[in-house]
């Protein structure tokens, strides 16, 4: 199985060397590494050059729309998607792979995150990362995806892409993916698939609430999904 790698990115000339660093250093190299540069103003998309990534214009700015972009491109059998500020296992890609192979009714995978920028004391069994994909198994009965570590066939991009919604400053778009996924097969959270993560976006509080309360309420509430 080939594995694309998306990297949604807006400007992250600071952090994208040292992930496609450990992107391409992977025990099962990926097929194509690709980084989808939403409005940058800075050198993203030139270090990204070096590393051999394929750029993937993107000018509606947000994260469902540059990942949108990004899976889009993307050619291979699995589309496997992280963060500009993420650092990934480095059998991250052997596992995607053969998780998909020995299970045919596998169409989403997820994994947690410990968060590198706060004390390691208060990520007890990585709660903070796993409270929206928990959010969703208690109340639409699935596993849900986090944005900065997963995959998902690209048959089964094809099948949902038109389905998914665009509105993701009420709602958790990978949540929201995993709903749409979920209906046409298995979504699964793999705790052992860990990856280090920032949660620089989310540092002050009223941020976090949004994050982890509203926009989750907000995703599950939309049981019939409307793209809007």
């Given at each position: 199985?080939k594995?694309?790698v998306?990297?949604?990115?807006?400007?992250e000339?600071?952090?994208?060397?040292t992930?496609?660093?450990?992107?391409v250093t992977?025990?099962e190299?990926?097929?194509e590494?690709i980084?989808?540069?939403?409005?940058?103003?800075?050198?993203?998309a030139?270090?990204?050059?070096?590393f051999?990534a394929?750029?993937?214009?993107?000018?509606e700015q947000?994260?469902r729309?540059?990942r949108?972009?990004?899976?889009?491109?993307a050619?291979g059998?699995?589309?496997?998607?992280?963060?500009?500020?993420?650092l990934?296992?480095?059998d991250?890609?052997?596992k995607?792979r053969e998780?998909?192979?020995?299970?045919?009714?596998?169409l989403g995978l997820?994994?947690p995150?410990?968060y590198?920028?706060?004390?390691?004391?208060?990520q007890?069994?990585?709660?903070?990362?796993s409270?929206?994909?928990q959010?969703?198994r208690?109340?639409?009965?699935?596993?849900g995806?986090?944005g900065?570590?997963l995959?998902i066939?690209?048959?089964?991009w094809n099948?949902?892409?038109?389905e998914v919604c665009?509105?993701?400053?009420?709602?958790?778009e990978?949540?929201?993916?995993?709903?749409?996924?979920a209906r046409h097969?298995?979504v699964?959270?793999?705790?052992s698939?860990?990856?280090r993560?920032?949660?620089?976006?989310?540092?002050?509080?009223?941020?976090?609430?949004?994050?982890?309360?509203r926009r989750?309420?907000?995703?599950v509430?939309?049981k019939?999904?409307?793209?809007?």
């Open positions: 199985m594995i694309s998306i990297i949604p990115a807006y400007n000339e600071k952090r994208i060397e992930c496609l660093k450990n992107i992977q025990i190299k990926p097929f590494v980084v989808v540069d939403n409005n940058c103003t800075d050198k993203t030139e270090i990204a050059r070096k051999g394929k750029i993937v214009k993107e000018k947000g994260t729309s540059a949108d972009a990004g899976f889009n491109a050619k059998d699995i589309i496997a998607r992280t963060d500009a500020d993420t990934v296992p480095l991250w890609t052997r995607i998780s998909f192979e020995q299970d045919d009714a596998l997820s994994g995150g410990r590198y920028d706060i004390p390691s004391f208060i007890y069994k990585n709660w903070i990362s409270m929206a994909p959010f969703l208690f109340f639409m009965k699935h596993d995806l986090l900065f570590n995959a066939r690209r048959e089964t099948l949902v892409k038109k665009l509105d993701d400053k009420n709602i958790h990978d949540g929201d993916l995993a709903i749409h996924i097969g298995k699964k959270l793999d705790r698939m860990v990856a993560t920032s949660l620089r976006q989310l540092k002050k509080i009223e941020k976090l609430y949004d994050y982890l309360i989750s309420f907000q995703t509430s939309r019939r999904h409307p793209r809007n």
